[in-house]
């Protein structure tokens, strides 16, 4: 049996790999999650036996020390982050805080029974894009947003204990990714719920910002066959759509399919932090899955029928 430790596991895209994860009876899956921004609700069916919850925060030492110990994990998933641009910018002594837990993780592995960790990166990582498609090895990182910083050291310390205690990693670089389990504290799940109320839909700036969005199938997808197939070992890998379209499309676009009678309405730009463009070469991310990704009109329909997220927003 493989022992999977998923830090961030009651999280949006955590969540989502948790309950795919325990699909597999072979697997065993620690959930750890303080819950900060993460939900009880987004943890698996209680049908699987094959799982496990602790809320820990994965910053603190001894808590994360003491599970990580009681268990010789196979494989580390580490998703636990400060996420969401506004929060991160609020609170950006909580961001920093989150390299101990990068480096927690790390120590704990290298001598252990983990054979591999499986790290949660950014597209923020890219900063504003000097080329586009951004390419995992071309593009220079950029960012000096304190999230995406984080994400850049964390990247830099899993290279750095790879190449001094030979643990192996993999960097999965996500882009907007969203779905059913995703809080409206992010632009998809956000208009989408303010569609569906026909409340008015907001927008920082004139909308002009542009972006890729990623229905959470294809981000787990490959995210699992990497793993299971032990591709891009000691690699990173962007994981996202490219196909571009600006927030304010997608704005229009989400009223169109729930034939909502919001309106939209312009706020002030966020101060820093809200890229205007961001797409990735996805060219390993397409090979890896074999087929072709999700649209955005099919995602948003298929979260506009799920029961879960339509009771999470109050419907």
Same mark, same amino acid.
């Given at each position: 049996m493989k022992k999977i430790l998923v830090t961030g596991g009651a999280g949006n895209v955590g969540g989502a790999l948790v309950e795919k994860l325990v699909q597999d009876k072979s697997n065993y +899956?620690?959930? +750890?999650? $303080?819950?900060?921004?993460?939900?009880?609700?987004?943890?698996?069916?209680?049908? =699987? $036996?094959?799982?496990? =919850?602790?809320?820990?925060?994965?910053? $603190?030492? &001894?808590?994360?020390?003491?599970?990580?110990?009681?268990?010789?994990?196979?494989? +580390? =998933?580490?998703?636990?982050?400060?996420?969401?641009v506004q &929060?991160?910018?609020?609170?950006?002594?909580?961001?920093?805080? $989150?390299?101990?837990?990068i480096k927690h993780i790390l120590n704990l592995s290298k001598n252990s029974s983990v054979e591999h960790i499986y790290y949660s990166s950014s597209s923020e990582v890219y900063g504003e894009p000097v080329e586009l498609p951004q390419h995992e090895h071309r593009t220079p990182l950029n960012s000096r947003v304190p999230y995406a910083v984080v994400k850049n050291v964390g990247e830099s310390f899993l290279k750095s204990y790879q190449q001094e205690f030979g643990l192996s990693y993999t960097i999965f670089r996500f882009f907007n990714t969203y779905g059913p389990n995703q809080s409206t504290d992010f632009v998809v799940s956000k208009f989408l719920a303010q569609a569906l109320k026909n409340q008015d839909i907001t927008i920082y700036g004139d909308g002009s910002q542009t972006r890729t969005f990623t229905y959470i199938d294809d981000n787990i997808d490959t995210c699992l066959a990497i793993m299971n197939k032990k591709l891009l070992v000691n690699d990173v890998i962007n994981i996202g759509s490219d196909?571009?379209?600006t927030v304010l499309d997608l704005a229009n676009l989400v009223i169109k399919i729930s034939n909502s009678q919001s309106k939209i309405i312009h706020l002030l730009p966020l101060k820093e932090g809200d890229m205007t463009r961001r797409q990735?070469?996805?060219?390993?991310?397409?090979?890896?899955?074999? &087929?072709?990704?999700?649209?955005?009109?099919?995602?948003?329909?298929q979260m506009m029928v799920n029961k879960k997220y339509l009771q999470s927003i109050g419907l």
């Open positions: +899956v620690v959930i +750890v999650d $303080d819950l900060s921004t993460g939900f009880i609700s987004k943890l698996p069916s209680a049908e =699987f $036996d094959n799982w496990k =919850f602790i809320k820990a925060d994965v910053n $603190d030492y &001894r808590e994360i020390s003491s599970i990580m110990l009681a268990y010789n994990f196979h494989y +580390v =998933f580490h998703f636990a982050a400060v996420v969401g &929060r991160t910018q609020e609170n950006p002594v909580s961001v920093l805080n $989150d390299i101990s837990g196909k571009l379209m990735p070469d996805n060219s390993k991310m397409k090979e890896i899955l074999g &087929r072709d990704l999700i649209t955005v009109e099919e995602g948003i329909k």
